[in-house]
């Protein structure tokens, strides 16, 4: 089966720079995704990963280890409308064949 | 800026009843997706849809669904007959086509539909 993983919550202050783990088991693997999904919206695209290492886009960074099943996006500088939910995503699939996995999403608080 | 718009915003409706449930995408976006999400509850891919057939579809998007692209600019989902558990946010969104094949990796989704079955 397909399993997604990441904490539940985590609480961060601002100013701070906080890392969000994910772990995934998929049948299959065509890259891995984080959105940030404020309370009552739909999901933000933030970034993807599909080969092994990190990616920086800004004040958000992740990072990808297939061989152990493992993912961390990077938020510094923590800003208080950084406050939401982080979500994990894999695509199983190639080019027009798209389906996802969803972690349950990490919430994030950010205090002052 | 474009983006994905989605009708109704809220839509209540009875058990067994058919619902349809409507998507703009982004006009030059040839992938399109349906998402939903139960309250609380996390994210969980419906089906993908391109060159006007399914691509692929999750275990949930059974033949209780379906979905169409009935002109050149909506896609519709539909629920033939409600159960009580299809009440949840869903979110439609779609992505760019790559000149080389496949499609770009950002989907942008829109703001939803919150179905209700009572």
């Known amino acids: 089966g397909q399993n997604i993983d990441q904490p539940t919550e985590m609480t961060a202050t601002e100013g701070a720079i906080v890392q969000i783990n994910c772990t995934y088991q998929t049948s299959g693997f065509n890259g891995l995704f984080w959105y940030q999904q404020h309370a009552g919206e739909a999901p933000t695209f933030l970034s993807y990963?599909?080969?092994?290492g990190l990616e920086e886009k800004g004040r958000f960074s992740s990072f990808l280890s297939r061989s152990k099943g493992y993912s961390y996006l990077l938020l510094k500088e923590l800003q208080m409308k950084d406050s939401a939910s982080y979500l994990c995503?894999?695509?199983?699939?190639?080019?027009?064949?798209?389906?996802?996995?969803f972690g349950s999403g990490t919430k994030l608080n950010v205090k002052p | 800026e474009p983006e994905v718009t989605q009708t109704p915003s809220h839509q209540v409706t009875q058990m067994g009843q058919e619902v349809i449930l409507r998507c703009v995408p982004i006009s030059n976006h040839l992938y399109f997706y349906w998402y939903r999400q139960i309250l609380g509850q996390k994210v969980e891919f419906l089906v993908s849809?391109?060159?006007?057939?399914?691509?692929?579809k999750s275990e949930i998007f059974d033949d209780q669904f379906s979905v169409e692209r009935p002109d050149g600019s909506n896609f519709t989902l539909k629920i033939r007959s409600t159960k009580l558990e299809d009440s949840a946010m869903y979110f439609c969104a779609s992505s760019e086509a790559r000149r080389t094949g496949g499609t770009y990796n950002e989907q942008f989704f829109g703001p939803g539909t919150r179905l209700t079955v009572l």
């Open positions: 990963n599909v080969l092994d």
């Open positions: 849809f391109y060159n006007n057939e399914i691509s692929e």
């Open positions: 995503a894999v695509r199983d699939g190639l080019y027009n064949f798209n389906k996802f996995y």
